[in-house]
T-cell receptor, first 113, second 114 residues
């Protein structure tokens, strides 16, 4: 049973525009959320996180928004750059998964120059 | 540079023939993880070590075993690979138990079963 869902397998965005990657979760006990970024032939790397006590966390061009009532989070990249082209994994932690993260299947972002 | 290294990057094995994947780290991290990722699916945690303390996920098949002889190395043994075990296997580390959210991944080993 997939607890972390990323319903868009892929996304294409023009350079300079905003990229919005979405993630939904089913477990209301999750209280910490993360985004990882993966380039081809490399392992995922940690990008940004957010605790459930916040609804927004910003780091440079990357902002994560959390809507707990909707069990939804999103990653905004502004402005998008060709180097942002990668697979983005949403992940969550909490409840019985207190010491590990549960990953979503990923969204492949292509930023077109 | 400190890193997580996985060897080999590509591994081909025959149905039923035991295979071992290896992972090493120069980060001196306490925790090591093994994930299985099938095409277009989420990385799935198989097991992890807190130092020498082994933690198996409830749904990890018995066919999968792991060894951690020291802090730097961790091995994934597949005793009798089936066609369904073909996947990317990712090794990751975290500094300690509380730092589980920031994991450092190796590039993965892609396993093919013929």
């Amino acid at each position: 049973d997939q607890q972390v869902k990323q319903n868009s397998p892929s996304l294409s965005v023009q350079e300079g525009r905003i990229s919005i990657l979405n993630c939904d979760y089913t477990n209301s006990m999750f209280d910490y959320f993360l985004w990882y970024k993966k380039y081809p032939a490399e392992g995922p790397t940690f990008l940004i996180s957010i605790s459930s006590i916040k609804d927004k966390n910003e780091d440079g061009r990357f902002t994560v928004f959390l809507n707990k009532s909707a069990k939804h989070l999103s990653l905004h990249i502004v402005p998008s750059q060709p180097g942002d082209s990668a697979v983005y994994f949403c992940a969550a932690n909490g409840g019985t998964s207190y010491d590990k993260v549960i990953f979503g299947p990923g969204t492949s972002l292509s930023v077109i120059p | 540079d400190a890193m997580v290294i996985q060897n080999p990057r590509y591994q081909v094995t025959q149905f039923g023939k035991p295979v071992t994947l290896s992972c090493s780290q120069t980060l001196n991290h306490n925790v090591m993880y093994w994930y299985q990722q099938k095409s277009s699916q989420a990385p799935k945690l198989l097991f992890h070590y807190y130092d020498k303390d082994f933690n198996n996920e409830a749904d990890t098949p018995d066919n999968f075993q792991s060894r951690r002889p020291n802090t730097s190395f961790c091995f994934l043994d597949i005793r009798s690979p089936g066609l369904g075990d073909a996947a990317m296997y990712l090794c990751a580390t975290s500094r300690d138990r509380r730092s589980f959210y920031e994991q450092y991944f190796g590039p993965g080993t892609r396993l093919t079963v013929t």
